[in-house]
């Protein structure tokens, strides 16, 4: 059974730069090839998609409110996947979520119902 863990929230102020970072475990075997994706979710709305990856792989792509500031990547082993986040605005406050085991190509990472498996979640605060 995979389990993912998120780590890495924080408070910072606005233009700074946090690194969530995603675990994945109960995997025998290379995760690589497997597509995973960041979400966030402020209380009271949407579940937003903010990236997606293929793990130890050639994709990433990001939404239009975050591309050119976070950074989808992973670890040799493929058993974390990470976001970088730089330049932090207010509304980038949000709960993270990293999720698995979902359809990346043609932007099918976008939508949350493609991913079986979620992490707990990450609280991130940016404040001015």
């Known amino acids: 059974l995979v389990r993912l863990q998120e780590t890495g929230g924080d408070s910072v102020q606005v233009g700074g730069s946090l690194r969530l970072s995603c675990g994945v475990s109960?995997?025998?075997?290379?995760?690589?090839?497997?597509?995973m994706a960041w979400f966030r979710q402020v209380e009271g709305k949407e579940r937003e998609a903010v990236a997606g990856?293929?793990?130890?792989?050639?994709?990433?792509d990001y939404a239009s409110s975050v591309e050119g500031r976070f950074t989808v990547s992973s670890n040799d082993r493929a058993t974390i996947l990470y976001l970088q986040m730089t330049n932090l605005t207010q509304e980038d406050t949000a709960t993270y979520y990293c999720?698995?085991?979902?359809?990346?190509?043609?932007?099918?990472?976008?939508?949350?119902?493609?991913?079986?498996?979620w992490g707990q979640g990450t609280q991130v605060t940016v404040s001015s």
């Open positions: 109960g995997y025998f075997v290379s995760y690589s090839g497997h597509c």
């Open positions: 990856a293929i793990i130890g792989g050639d994709l990433a």
């Open positions: 999720a698995a085991d979902g359809r990346c190509r043609g932007g099918l990472w976008k939508r949350s119902e493609h991913f079986p498996i």
